[in-house]
């Protein structure tokens, strides 16, 4: 190894010196192992050696390797300002062992592009996750930073002929619309140009028949040169997109949707050729045109759809400002880029103001909107020592607010994290679209080359014609197209009602779900309980039991134990816990001077339970507290049930949806009297975690579709083991990972609407694939048979794409008829 170093100090594919590191990447090529400088340079020469074309590196000159060493060091050096830490602080995700960051990708065509990219670069070494957003064009990308470095990742897309650089919801912006300019620009041309081409065909066919002689009339001969002429320009110009796309399909050894319309397009094209120069025989530049017009016309609706489905999800993104003041240390207020402001900076917010950072609330009483963020239209009062969160708008007075979280680690960037997260995960559908999708251009293709085969031995004459329409009238775009245009709309009107989806292959079960269950405490009581009242029992007076159920009450995040700890905020709890030990359902025990301390449920913390069971004052929610099994005191809380619920039940039934049931371990009459007054069908009491689990799993034997919502970390079985879960988003950290959706606004009452969306979502991609799938089934057999002439095949391929594109945008109509 170190020999062969010595003898190559250059990289053999760019000419860069080799770095200093003691294992370069390295590749056998031409049976020799070759050293490479960078990972970006190994994957280049592997494309080339695997495409066949190593005998490149024999015939390079040294001049040409110098040039283009000369030329790489630029590209290089720009990229590598990416591995700065300052500069990755504000978009890339930084943990232990790995590194996170989303990047926008230029000169993307079709859906094959993404499937390209994310493949290469999961051939990396050190790429350690791809997922790719059809909508934004964004792509999230997770590595080692032991083993490749971003500016590596960045220039091994460049070597595919792929820019992406860091996303920016401006930039997106920017390219979106140069992408639109773009796409009409071509669109126009087209369509001026193809009517020329058309109104002579229309005339070519009514008045264009040859003498008895079988020659043609001197208008068509010229009409056709004329034709072909700008038929050539047709493809030249706003057809180059897909002989791009074909080119590096076959560059990169795939079959890609462009590559069926390339060549039926220049069969067609070459046919036409054929007959102009020989003046006899069929022309297709009609169809040529045709097609290039509505494909065009299809590819610049499903622009639309995309980057409308994309605009609520990008609008998260463009609602932090990028500048903002901070307090220096002159104290004066200084504008400061928002990227370099850090945990602790003070920041000023004047009213109107969107705020960039998370923080806590120092200074003045303001009403914040944070529609953008949990979907509630209603200002949201804050004092001061209160969190307020980035994205949001101040809305009466100037305030100052401490910075705790800044650029990449905000709340609203979160969110972003996790809608896209969310999109990664697939409905079943929309898998198997996916895998027919790439199996189905292999199939277009062997059904061309079988038409023209049988028709060559049955009818020449009808070959070209009919293989054409083969080529064309097939859409794999269709299929393509089908899901996740209507998966990045659904994602993006979740948001707008104030759920974010963790994982959409959650869909179809939360679309499917029969029986809705719901946790009582936090989840649809307010979650803020105040205590009302002390039962004594023992020797013990008011202030000492507070003080003891607080020192256990310190290790639980149960809302009751947080409920202890307000109520000795003021006075600081002295005292040591020992051999503390929490029972998710039951309670928390430990020892306390000596004595064994529990604080929980009657029978957890007695053997004489059913005695304490009776004391039951109306429907206030009790804690026991005990030592060495003796009840010292009873706490009795209220809980405040959650507004606008009342409809809730009535909602889901409505959805078919039924039975809804309370699963609590609160006792009895709280729970019932809450049940009754929301009219749920049904509740269980006093249950541990492992009964509810029970009770959810024995639901599902009797092929109940369960949709689960909780809050505690005594929900998180249950919320795993439920067909789908929702949980608030002032749950518990192990709630929330259990969880396939999460309310933002911690507001039940939008589950039916969740539900309705669901359903509507999976209804379009059916309907999608299902027209997809059947007019293909009915296409391709008639175009083969020469039932479908080339304009025709044009003319339904862009009709199938163009229908699917406008179906799935029906979902943001709808959002538009219920608002």
């Known amino acids: 190894m170190s020999h062969s170093r010595h003898t190559q100090p250059h990289c053999f594919h760019c000419g860069l010196p080799l770095q200093n590191t003691p294992q370069p990447p390295s590749l056998t090529v031409s049976g020799d192992e070759r050293f490479f400088c960078c990972h970006g340079c190994q994957a280049v020469c592997e494309t080339i050696v695997n495409a066949g074309l190593q005998d490149y590196y024999q015939h390079r000159s040294i001049s040409d390797l110098s040039q283009q060493a000369a030329a790489l060091p630029e590209l290089l050096e720009q990229l590598k300002i990416y591995d700065r830490e300052d500069v990755q602080r504000s978009f890339v995700h930084h943990c232990d062992q790995w590194r996170e960051a989303s990047l926008l990708l230029e000169d993307i065509r079709c859906p094959a592009c993404l499937w390209l990219n994310e493949r290469h670069l999961r051939q990396q070494p050190g790429v350690l996750e791809v997922h790719m957003d059809a909508a934004t064009q964004r792509l999230r990308v997770r590595w080692d930073p032991q083993q490749i470095q971003l500016s590596e990742i960045l220039h091994s897309l460049s070597a595919i002929g792929y820019i992406a650089h860091p996303y920016d919801a401006s930039r997106s912006d920017q390219l979106h619309r140069a992408r639109k300019r773009r796409s009409l620009q071509r669109l126009l041309y087209a369509g001026i140009l193809g009517m020329m081409v ?115 999800l990008d609008r998260l993104a463009l609602a932090v400002p990028q500048f903002a003041y901070c307090l220096n240390s002159r104290q004066q207020w200084q504008k400061k880029a928002v ?20 923080g806590i609330l120092l200074d003045g ?19 001061p020592g209160e969190a307020v969160i980035a994205g949001s708008v101040n809305g009466e007075q100037m305030i100052i607010i401490e910075v705790s979280r800044a650029g990449n680690a905000t709340t609203i960037n979160d969110i972003q994290r996790l809608v896209d997260q969310g999109l990664e995960q697939k409905p079943h559908s929309a898998l198997l679209a996916d895998l027919a999708a790439r199996w189905f251009v292999r ?66 079960p939360l679309a499917n779900a029969s029986l809705a269950a719901f946790d009582k405490t936090g989840t649809l009581t307010q979650g803020q309980p105040r205590l009302h009242k002390v039962l004594l029992f023992g020797d013990q007076n008011k202030k000492q039991c507070l003080h003891y ?30 051999q503390a030990s929490n029972h998710p359902g ?21 053997q004489h339970a059913q005695k304490f069971m009776q004391v039951e004052e109306d429907s206030y929610s009790q804690v026991h507290l005990a030592r060495e099994g003796q009840v010292q005191a009873i706490f009795l809380f209220t809980d405040p049930m959650r507004t606008g619920l009342h409809s809730l ?23 019932r009297k809450l049940a009754q007054e929301l009219h749920f069908d049904d509740y269980h009491s006093r249950l541990t975690p492992a009964e509810k689990l029970h009770w959810i799993q024995q639901q599902q034997k009797l092929s109940k579709r369960i949709i689960m919502l909780g809050d505690g970390i005594n929900d ?63 296409a391709i057999p008639l175009a083969a048979l020469g039932f479908i002439p080339p304009w025709g095949a044009a003319l339904g391929m862009s009709a199938s794409s163009l229908l699917v594109v406008l179906n799935a945008s029906r979902l943001r109509k709808k959002r538009a008829d219920n608002g």
């Open 198 to 312: 058309m109104q002579f065909s229309i005339s070519a066919y009514l008045f264009g028949q040859a003498d008895a002689a079988g020659h043609l009339p001197l208008w068509i001969i010229v009409g056709r040169w004329t034709s072909l002429f700008v038929t050539t320009t047709l493809l030249a110009y706003p057809g180059q997109d897909f002989f791009i796309g074909a080119w590096q399909d076959f560059r990169n050894r795939r079959l890609g949707m462009d590559i069926p319309i390339v060549i039926g397009m220049s069969a067609a094209w070459l046919g036409s050729v054929y007959a102009t120069l020989m003046q006899s025989g069929e022309v297709y530049f009609d169809s040529i045109a045709m097609f290039i017009f509505f494909l065009l016309l299809a590819r610049h609706w499903e622009t639309e759809a995309r980057l409308q489905a994309a605009d609520h």
């Open 339 to 358: 990227m370099d402001i850090t945990a602790g900076d003070k920041v000023r917010v004047l009213p109107g103001e969107t705020l960039p950072v998370d």
């Open 365 to 383: 009483i303001s009403e914040f909107d944070e529609s953008v963020l949990t979907g509630e239209s209603r200002p949201v009062v804050h004092h």
């Open 443 to 508: 199939l277009i293709l062997l059904i061309g080359f079988l038409t023209a085969g049988l028709w060559l031995y049955f009818d020449p004459q009808q070959w070209l014609s009919n293989t054409i329409a083969v080529l064309i009238v097939t859409c794999p775009c269709a299929l393509a197209l089908a899901t996740p245009v209507a998966l990045i709309i659904a994602s993006g009107r979740f948001v707008e009602l104030g759920v974010l989806p963790l994982n959409m292959s959650a869909l179809e």
């Open 549 to 578: 159920a607080a020192l256990l009450a310190a290790s639980s995040e149960h809302p009751l134990a947080k409920a202890i700890l307000r109520e000795v905020a003021d006075a600081p709890v002295q005292g040591v816990l020992q």
């Open 586 to 606: 039951a309670g928390i025990e430990g020892v306390v001077d000596g004595h064994k301390w529990r604080l929980g449920k009657a029978d957890f913390c007695t």
């Open 649 to 671: 039940v009535h909602d889901l039934h409505s959805l078919q949806v039924s039975p809804c049931v309370i699963l609590s371990g609160d006792h009895s009459r709280a729970v």
């Open 716 to 778: 998180a079985p249950t919320l795993a083991a439920a067909d789908v879960s929702l949980s608030l988003a002032d749950a518990s950290d192990m709630a929330t990972a259990s969880s396939d959706f999460l309310l933002l606004n911690n507001d039940p009452a939008q589950l039916p609407a969740s539900i309705q969306l669901a359903r509507d979502t999976q209804r379009n991609i059916r309907q999608n694939l299902s027209w997809a799938a059947a007019y293909n089934i009915v």
